[in-house]
């Protein structure tokens, strides 16, 4: 059967080429992903600051909760923590006693503006500089190359590739802000790390004194320690006994490789980000690669029923037949499984660097290639192909050899019962889930979770019901074909008479429009109502905003200047708690905001539902709806969350609000949320004038001058607000133009093979007459019926989960929907199909009718 598989992929090349095409699409995408998934798995930068020492131990870079699975199994499930958690400086000499610890260093540090001029100074790869203790510089392998240790509250030490980017030298002034207006200090030296590198991270070194006018107040603890073991101690007993040390003081050891984790926590972040995406984009593209081989193979199948209905006939078994499809099927898709992992590669690369700019991952993320990726995904691309062969030829190969040859004369009319009733359940389902949907109209998560199951019973639905769904909008269709003419007559009757043969085309335009419009229509709905949002809940007339965060100094100033009824500033990150949806637990990250309670209701209407957020403390918060929805809370419950370092949270709910997309989803008290984030800075401060107050634009401007970078706007920018929305929104983008290149494949195919087939009915026509302009036009309404039938049946399956969506997101039935989104979709869709159709016409056309007629199937 091999030797005859192998016979058939070389005769029928054409046939296979665009399951091949779409196998190696598929190879080239999971490998991607693959590698990406592994990156975020493995990733870790060699240590720089931490290079030298043994041990490193620093706060826990993810929360770890116990959850419920929908059976009542317990099980830990962790989420990444934006922010840094700061050990107590008492931990130290617990280190310190530990049997092996030779010596504890500990390390202490915050991000800082360089200033030269107004414009900030970045390190290489466009991050802000860090400033640390001098007597952190032994855990690391920077050294003194110039000048002298820095001495006393004025000197700081910077390294050579910073002092270079801004026009330092020994003995310089050099402004640093933190959370401070600019402080001024002399450049005392220079450090270089060991063998000449550049570092990742820009570093400056000063003493206790210096870095206490840098570091706030507020920012107690120490970023992390490192620890020395004594000469012939075995590091990892020595990290296992810190370990136990450790128990129930939020800290983490890091050895090894993994040191650099500790050192650069952003890696952290972007790593895990990457797995998710990673793990988001395969499985889409996976579930839509099956569902385009199985198109694509069965419409090769069905185009050689003759050939197949004479196997039958001349004695081969249904297991010959499946053997030699799935031997075909399996030769193909290992040639494009192998042949896309160059392309997989190339598809990493530019997916990082697509990540990068958009923040998702760190500027300087470079992923970790290896054989198991791509291994994996040339199995899985062997076994896709498997089974859709599979499930493609089960007709063909268990069909009795009598009625083979009797259906291969001509197209069967009439779904199998199976299909049929398939067909039944999945609509009575499909209904079910809406109606339910619609029930649940105030749940923010069933909504969601109902509205994607429901574009997948949809789409399901269409495949299984295509013929028949082609019939009927074609029939409505073909009276209006038949009033244009002769060739409109022509295209009527064939479309007519050939509806199994559109159903092939009609199918994927219809998943493609559904999929893509829903997918589309639901990110920009969603974008919308945030900007709606910001834009109703600002009720402050000023805004001061900065590059990289505003000193929380500035809404206290801001807050004493005359003709100000209140100020604030706004703090944002994120929170962690346990959500549920059906009955099955997972942790959830949550975006959090914190504004001083003072001025909340003067600066943000936040549109309450319930409660009272007057009420808000350090000891209280407030939810939005979408936030009640996940935790299962309401006013008057008790909130159990992990803040954005890690630190237990236990406070009552006080008020549910509704403009948690524009804003967050958690609100807290500024000083509290404020206290757990790394940089302790302000994302804005808001402003707001008292009624008749005059100036208060030119005094804030004032106020700004002393703090370069800061600007003084009239509103908050719905684009800062909701960049992490864009950047996601952007993911589902690219999703949907994945779904469109796939279909893509299957619509050029289904259409060119449809085409070819009808070379002899061309041929007839044209001896009977019809002259080449007349064909053309017949197959430009052919096309065009294909286009308008798909995409009308595609539009009317997007509406339901759309509706769902928009209910959930706006309260409305009504999504948000630019043209734009319809240009794309619809466009490039209706481009392909006629595309399809048109060329191989085209190149029929040119053959001879009287050579066409005699040519062989």
């Given at each position: 059967?091999?030797s005859l ?7 029928r090349r054409?046939?296979f ?5 779409a196998l ?7 490998s991607a ?5 592994e990156?975020?798995l493995?990733?870790?930068l060699?240590?720089e ?6 041990v ?8 770890e ?20 958690f700061?050990l107590?400086?008492s931990?130290g000499d617990?280190l ?8 504890v260093?500990a ?6 503006r360089l200033?030269?001029?107004d ?6 790869n466009g ?10 510089l032994g855990?690391?392998g920077f ?16 390294d050579s590739d ?7 030298k ?6 640093l802000?933190?959370v401070?207006?600019?402080v001024t200090?002399?450049v005392?030296?220079?450090?270089t ?6 570092p990742?991270q820009?570093?400056?070194f000063a003493a ?5 006018r ?5 920012a ?5 320690f ?7 101690t075995?590091?990892s007993?020595v990290?296992?006994a810190?370990?136990?040390?450790l128990?129930d ?5 890091y050895?090894g490789?993994d040191?650099?984790?500790a ?8 790593a ?11 499985g ?17 199948i069905?185009?050689?029923r ?8 001349i ?8 053997g030699?499809?799935a031997s ?5 898709g290992?040639?494009a499984?192998?042949?896309a ?9 530019w997916?990082s ?5 958009r923040?998702?991952v760190p500027p300087d993320?470079r992923?970790?290639i ?6 994996i995904?040339?199995?899985?691309t ?5 089974a859709?062969?599979f ?5 063909a ?5 009598t009625?083979?040859?009797g259906?291969s004369a ?13 067909g ?11 109606g339910l949907?619609m ?10 979770g ?8 949809l ?12 019939r ?14 002769v ?5 009527a009757?064939n479309?007519?008479?050939?509806a199994?043969?559109?159903a092939g085309?009609?199918?994927?335009l ?11 229509f639901?990110?920009?709905t969603?974008l919308?109502?945030?900007?709606d949002e910001i ?5 402050a007339?000023?805004?001061l ?6 000193s929380p ?7 004493e200047?005359?003709g ?14 346990v ?6 637990q997972?942790?959830?990250?949550l975006?959090a905001q914190?504004v001083q309670p003072r ?8 549109d309450?539902?319930q ?5 808000l ?7 939005s ?15 159990h969350?992990?803040?954005?370092d ?5 406070g ?13 989803d958690l609100t ?9 984030t790394t940089?302790?800075v302000?994302q ?6 008292a009624?008749g107050?005059?100036?208060?634009g030119?005094?804030l401007s004032?106020?700004a ?13 719905a684009?800062d607000?909701?960049?992490e ?8 983008y690219?999703?949907v ?8 494949i299957?619509?050029i ?10 070379r ?5 026509l ?7 302009s007349?064909?053309l ?12 039938v798909?995409?009308?049946?595609g ?5 339901p989960?759309?509706?769902l969506?928009?209910?959930?997101l706006?309260g409305g ?5 630019p043209?734009?989104?319809w240009?794309?979709v619809l466009?490039s ?7 399809g159709t048109?060329l191989?016409?085209r190149?029929m056309?040119?053959?001879r009718p009287v ?6 199937e």
């Amino acid at each position: 059967m091999l030797s005859l598989a192998l016979a058939t992929l070389r005769a029928r090349r054409g046939a296979f080429a665009a399951s091949f095409v779409a196998l190696m699409l598929a190879s080239a995408v999971i490998s991607a992903c693959g590698v990406l998934l592994e990156s975020g798995l493995r990733s870790a930068l060699p240590p720089e600051r931490y290079e030298k020492a043994s041990v490193i131990v620093a706060g826990g870079q993810k929360a770890e909760l116990d959850v419920k699975s929908a059976d009542g199994f317990t099980y830990r499930s962790s989420q990444p923590l934006p922010e840094r958690f700061r050990l107590p400086a008492s931990l130290g000499d617990d280190l310190a006693a530990v049997d092996g610890v030779a010596s504890v260093v500990a390390d202490r540090g915050a991000t800082v503006r360089l200033l030269d001029g107004d414009r900030a100074v970045t390190g290489h790869n466009g991050a802000s500089p860090q400033v640390h203790n001098w007597e952190g510089l032994g855990l690391g392998g920077f050294r003194l190359a110039a000048g002298h240790r820095p001495r006393g509250a004025q000197e700081v030490v910077l390294d050579s590739d910073l002092a270079a980017r801004s026009g330092l030298k020994v003995g310089s002034s050099v402004r640093l802000m933190t959370v401070s207006a600019p402080v001024t200090f002399e450049v005392a030296g220079l450090v270089t790390l060991d063998g000449g590198r550049t570092p990742r991270q820009s570093v400056l070194f000063a003493a206790d004194a210096a870095l206490d006018r840098l570091i706030p107040a507020t920012a107690d603890g120490v970023d992390a320690f490192g620890v020395f073991t004594t000469p012939g101690t075995s590091r990892s007993s020595v990290a296992a006994a810190i370990e136990r040390t450790l128990t129930d003081k939020h800290g983490a050891v890091y050895t090894g490789g993994d040191r650099g984790r500790a050192e650069f926590a952003d890696v952290a972040v972007g790593a895990a980000n990457v797995v998710d995406l990673a793990t988001a984009i395969g499985g889409n593209v996976l579930l839509v690669a099956v569902f385009v081989v199985c198109a694509t193979t069965s419409l090769a199948i069905r185009h050689r029923r003759r050939e197949l209905a004479l196997l039958r006939a001349i004695g081969t078994t249904p297991r010959q037949m499946y053997g030699m499809i799935a031997s075909e099927s399996a030769a193909a898709g290992m040639v494009a499984g192998v042949i896309a992992c160059p392309l997989g590669a190339g598809v990493v690369y530019w997916l990082s660097a697509q990540f990068a700019g958009r923040g998702i991952v760190p500027p300087d993320f470079r992923p970790v290639i290896g054989p198991l990726p791509f291994l994996i995904a040339v199995a899985s691309t062997v076994v896709t192909a498997v089974a859709a062969a599979f499930v493609a030829s089960r007709r063909a190969a268990r069909i009795r050899p009598t009625e083979a040859l009797g259906e291969s004369a001509a197209e069967p009319t009439r779904l199998g019962r199976g299909r049929a009733v398939t067909g039944a359940v999945l609509v009575v389902l499909s209904v079910a889930v809406f109606g339910l949907g619609m029930g649940y109209r105030a749940d923010f998560l069933t909504l969601v979770g109902l509205a994607n199951s429901l574009v997948l019973l949809l789409a399901i639905t269409a495949a299984v019901l295509g013929p028949p769904l082609t019939r009927t909008a074609i029939g409505l269709l073909a009276p209006l074909l038949s009033r244009t003419g002769v060739t409109g007559w022509l295209a009527a009757v064939n479309s007519r008479s050939g509806a199994a043969r559109l159903a092939g085309a009609v199918t994927p335009l219809i998943l493609a429009v559904s999929f893509g419009a829903t997918v589309v229509f639901t990110q920009t709905t969603q974008l919308s109502e945030s900007a709606d949002e910001i834009r109703a809940g600002t009720v402050a007339d000023h805004v001061l905003t900065g590059p990289t965060g505003i000193s929380p100094q500035l809404a206290y100033k801001a807050a004493e200047l005359r003709g100000v009824a209140a100020a604030t500033g706004l703090v944002r990150t994120k929170a962690v708690g346990v959500g549920s949806l059906l009955g099955e637990q997972e942790t959830v990250s949550l975006s959090a905001q914190g504004v001083q309670p003072r001025a909340l209701t003067d600066t943000l209407d936040l549109d309450v539902r319930q409660g009272d957020l007057s009420a808000l403390s350090q000891e209280t918060v407030a939810i939005s709806t979408t936030a009640a929805s996940w935790l299962g809370l309401d006013v008057g419950a008790q909130a159990h969350l992990r803040l954005g370092d890690g630190t237990a949270f236990e406070g009552k709910v006080i008020a549910v609000y509704g403009r948690g997309f524009g804003f967050a989803d958690l609100t807290f008290d500024h000083d509290l949320l404020l206290s757990h984030t790394t940089d302790r800075v302000d994302q804005s401060v808001l402003v707001r004038s008292a009624p008749g107050a005059t100036g208060i634009g030119r005094q804030l401007s004032a106020l700004a001058h002393d703090y370069p970078g800061t600007t003084v706007t009239g509103a908050l920018a719905a684009d800062d607000q909701v960049e992490e929305q864009r950047a996601t929104a952007w993911v589902n983008y690219l999703v949907v133009g994945l779904i469109i290149a796939y279909t893509a494949i299957t619509i050029i195919n289904t259409q060119a093979m449809n085409t070819t087939a009808r070379r002899r009915e061309f041929a007839l026509l044209r001896l009977t007459g019809t002259n080449r302009s007349q064909m053309l036009g017949m197959m430009r309404r052919e096309s065009l019926a294909v286009v308008v039938v798909g995409a009308a049946l595609g539009v009317l399956l997007s509406v339901p989960p759309l509706v769902l969506v928009a209910t959930a997101l706006t309260g409305g039935p009504w999504p948000t929907v630019p043209v734009w989104g319809w240009l794309a979709v619809l466009g490039s869709t209706a481009v392909l199909s006629v595309a399809g159709t048109m060329l191989p016409t085209r190149w029929m056309l040119r053959a001879r009718p009287v050579d066409a007629i005699g040519v062989k199937e």
